[in-house]
């Protein structure tokens, strides 16, 4: 009998697709990453405890192409500055990806919040321009020139913080108390430049990333860097004080309350 694919595959090879994924080259990305000031409100606002803001009200917008052997990636996220306890970072709202793999592999194993979107990361001499867009909005888009080389930092740990979670069968909320995810980052850096220019947020219902407007620029840059990561639990978080953020995850956030239909298969 011919092998039938979704039957059940043998140890030797899951343990062969595991050996696989864990010695993975260097994968590089050029990229431009957008930081700027806005509003301490609206920060404190979008964190879901026990998130708290830092001292700088910080947004930044990290938009990628990868260089994945076989196809190219576009990755992209809106992020605010935050802190768990004494350990700062990142706490990411909106994380578009161009392909599925990509998607489904963060927002189950890490509860990264990512959805299908677009990403464009494009260069034609000094001129640079990248922007994020779903449904047809290009809600984020970094444009400008290079103004010149900047120093290669050292290799550097990054946090993001993310919150895992799966919403129950009959729409009461969740299955379980959620957690909250450290994802620990080291990132190396093989080229980068500093931009002139500016960051233009465009109004989106689905991805309201606006209502983190730009006071001040603090910084843009081009570059290529490399990064590996892992996520551990740093704690469980309770229910309750996770449901009003919910809707961050969602274009509809009504759709985790919906069953399916009745006859649906």
């Known amino acids: 009998m011919a092998r039938v694919r979704y039957g059940a595959r043998t140890d030797a090879e899951i343990a062969a697709a595991r050996a696989k994924s864990s010695s993975l080259p260097d994968?590089?990305?050029t990229g431009v990453v957008a930081v700027?000031?806005?509003d301490p409100d609206v920060v404190a606002a979008v964190?879901?405890?026990p998130l708290k803001p830092v001292g700088r009200p910080l947004v930044?917008?990290?938009?990628s192409r990868v260089?994945?052997?076989g196809y190219p990636l576009g990755a992209g996220s809106v992020a605010v500055a935050a802190a768990h306890g004494d350990r700062e970072g990142w706490y990411p709202l909106v994380m578009p990806m161009t392909h599925e793999r990509a998607l489904v592999g963060g927002r189950e194993v890490f509860g990264e919040p990512k959805k299908l979107g677009e990403v464009t990361v494009e260069r034609e001499g000094m001129v640079?321009?990248?922007a994020l867009a779903r449904h047809g909005i290009a809600f984020v888009e970094v444009r400008g020139a290079v103004s010149g080389p900047l120093p290669l930092p050292e290799p550097v740990e990054k946090t993001d913080f993310y919150f895992k979670f799966l919403p129950a069968v009959d729409g009461s909320g969740f299955e379980d108390d959620p957690v909250l995810v450290h994802c620990v980052r080291h990132e190396k850096v093989r080229r980068l430049e500093r931009?002139?220019?500016d960051v233009v947020l465009r109004e989106s219902m689905y991805d309201p990333v606006a209502d983190l407007p730009v006071r001040r620029i603090v910084e843009i840059t081009v570059g290529e860097k490399t990064t590996d990561q892992k996520g551990r639990v740093a704690e469980r978080v309770s229910a309750g004080s996770l449901a009003p953020y919910i809707h961050q995850r969602y274009d509809d956030p009504q759709q985790v309350l919906d069953g399916p239909p009745e006859g649906s298969v």
């Not at 930044?60 to 938009?63: L, T």
């Open 67 to 69: 260089d994945l052997p």
């Open 27 to 29: 994968i590089w990305s």
């Open 195 to 197: 931009v002139t220019g």
């Open 47 to 49: 964190l879901p405890p």
């Open 128 to 130: 640079v321009r990248a």
């Open 60 to 63: 930044r917008a990290n938009i």
């Open 36 to 38: 700027w000031e806005t």
